[in-house]
Nanobody, 113 residues
Framework: VQLQASGGGLVQAGGSLTLSCAASGSIFTIVTMEWHRQAPGKQRELVASITTGGNINYGDSVKGRFTISRDNLKNTMYLKMNSLKPEDTAVYYC????????WGQGTLVTVSS
């Protein structure tokens, strides 16, 4: 499984941004897809997850602001981020697991105050 993340950039506080993660390869083995992020000097944290069956979970810091979704026909996962805050600044990674664990390259999100 290969994952390609995109959509990061610079946005002002209060703004919105949508990240995409395109999956290819043995995608039929994927059970859950996730977004993680890592801010400078901090540990990587789970932002949101979505299963093949559509079960969704969010980290406490993004609940009510971020929306995760998955288009199985396009083999793509999305993260719609609204009301962005400077503390959302981080490198965002997509992760998929099933038979194995797979990571995409990160995409940088910078939120200016």
């Amino acid at each position: 499984v290969q994952l390609q993340a995109s959509g990061g950039g610079l946005v002002q506080a209060g703004g919105s941004l949508t990240l995409s993660c395109a999956a290819s390869g043995s995608i039929f083995t994927i059970v859950t897809m996730e977004w993680h992020r890592q801010a400078p000097g901090k540990q990587r944290e789970l932002v949101a997850s979505i299963t093949t069956g559509g079960n969704i979970n969010y980290g406490d810091s993004v609940k009510g602001r971020f929306t995760i979704s998955r288009d199985n026909l396009k083999n793509t996962m999305y993260l719609k981020m609204n009301s962005l805050k400077p503390e959302d600044t981080a490198v965002y990674y997509c992760h998929a697991w099933g038979r194995g664990h797979y990571w995409g390259q990160g995409t940088l999100v910078t939120v200016s105050s």
